[in-house]
């Protein structure tokens, strides 16, 4: 049939197909738009109505203080939800990167709830966690039910996973391109999924947006001082990244070992965050201060202001690894924001670098030496500070990354490149087998 032969309708099939073949990626390009659209609006709400849970947790137990001392009975709760209604999805984030690698059921809703509950609980009566681990689950959880309704297969399920993980991640810290990097490497050390670019990008940008609409504020951080790039500065700053990477290395290993401790020692899982709630109530009612419970933002923020001691760094590290090994919930990467910054600060007693531009590598290279994701920290390091820091920021989280080792907060991270030759054999490897 010549074209002139054909009906109206058919001339508008035919130009529909002819466009669709000169622009192929456009059908990939609507298709996840309208997915990423759908997670960007649920996970930026639901991290919206966490944050502001969150702060309101932290107001009120700041207010009455007496709350700590409950902190094992909460913990006791906690223990008791997840022991009896929430075995499969107390993995956390490791479910979410263990299904990224090997996509299998649908994450259960109830991942989104009962870490919410968790998190909101810990921080309400005292435990020292983050906020990164609820917002990622919740995300992951959330955005899994759209797998169905969509007929994804199991690698366009991988896509949807990374999209909401990137989507959570931005929401919650305000970094939406840092949050799509993070995304993108975080479940393979030393590759990146450049397939699922535009998904991941699409759903942070959105989820950060949406949480802005319901007029959330996302803390704010401003270096003073930044040296002109040279030599000497540069060389501070490779320094300073080997302290971040061991920093994170010890982190990593210390949270895994006292996990083990944990789950050795008591058999009853309910009963552990009872004696780690019991460690931390005590050791905030002896030292009379909560300066290392919670979220600590108030001391990140101290950390760019004037220089802090050393022993800051290493209080709030083992209040977190108390926290999180026993069993409660959050997250570690505030923690570790905490623990950079503040490290950060401290190294310039002996690192002629100004203390707020220190505080800020830390920041950032703590973090990307514990999970192993250089690339987003950067980013993160740039959206949060600003660019005229970049260098800084880049110098810190590469030798960290390089220093850390196969280390990491998430077990079910795989090496996809091996950070050196010496360990080319471990590639493929989770960083479980090591531990």
């Known amino acids: 049939m010549s074209k002139n032969q054909r009906t109206p309708g058919k001339k508008i099939v035919f130009y529909i197909q002819l466009f669709f073949r000169k622009f192929p990626a456009l059908p990939y390009i609507l298709k996840w738009l309208s997915i990423s659209m759908i997670i960007g609006v649920l996970v930026g709400t639901a991290s919206a109505g966490f944050l502001q849970s969150l702060e309101w947790a932290t107001s009120f137990r700041e207010n009455h203080l007496w709350l700590i001392a409950l902190l094992p009975v909460a913990g006791f709760l906690i223990g008791l939800l997840y022991y009896y209604f929430g075995k499969d999805v107390e993995a956390g984030n490791n479910l979410l990167i263990d299904n990224i690698h090997d996509p299998k059921g649908i994450i259960p809703f109830k991942m989104a709830p009962f870490v919410y509950l968790g998190t909101i609980a810990t921080h309400l009566f005292g435990g020292s966690a983050g906020r990164e681990g609820t917002a990622l689950q919740m995300a992951g959880s959330i955005a899994d039910q759209l797998t169905k309704p969509f007929k994804l297969d199991q690698n366009e399920r991988k896509t949807l996973i990374i999209a909401a993980i990137a989507a959570g991640f931005g929401s919650v810290f305000g970094t939406p391109l840092a949050g799509a990097v993070f995304g993108l490497e975080v479940f393979l050390i030393g590759k990146i999924r450049y397939n699922s670019i535009f998904p991941a990008f ?72 009872v004696v780690g709630g019991i460690v931390v109530a005590l050791a905030v009612l002896i030292m009379g201060t909560t300066r290392y419970i919670g979220l600590g933002v108030p001391i990140i923020l101290e950390s760019f202001e004037k220089q802090l001691p050393l022993y800051d760094f290493a209080l709030k590290m083992i209040f977190t690894i108390v926290t999180l090994s026993a069993g409660f919930k959050g997250g570690e990467v505030t923690p570790l924001f905490f623990i950079g910054a503040t490290l950060g600060s401290a190294l310039s007693l002996f690192i002629p670098l100004p203390f707020g531009l220190l505080a800020g590598m830390g920041f950032v290279a703590v973090f990307a030496g514990a999970t192993n994701t250089p690339l987003a920290c950067m980013l993160m390091g740039i959206e949060l500070f600003g660019a005229e820091c970049g260098v800084y920021v880049a110098i810190a989280c590469v030798v960290s990354y390089l220093l850390s080792g196969h280390n990491s907060i998430y077990t079910k991270q795989k090496i996809g490149e091996a950070k050196n030759r010496r360990y080319e054999s471990q590639q493929d490897q989770s960083i479980s087998d090591f531990l």
């Open 202 to 273: 699409a759903a942070a940008i959105l989820a950060d947006y949406t949480t802005n609409l319901w007029n959330v504020k996302h803390t704010h951080y401003h270096i003073d001082l930044i040296p002109k790039l040279e030599f000497l500065p540069i060389l501070y700053s490779i320094l300073a990244g080997i302290a971040f990477g061991i920093c994170a290395a010890v982190f990593s290993k210390a949270i895994h070992g006292m996990g083990a401790l944990f789950k050795s020692k008591i058999k009853y899982p309910p009963l552990r965050p």
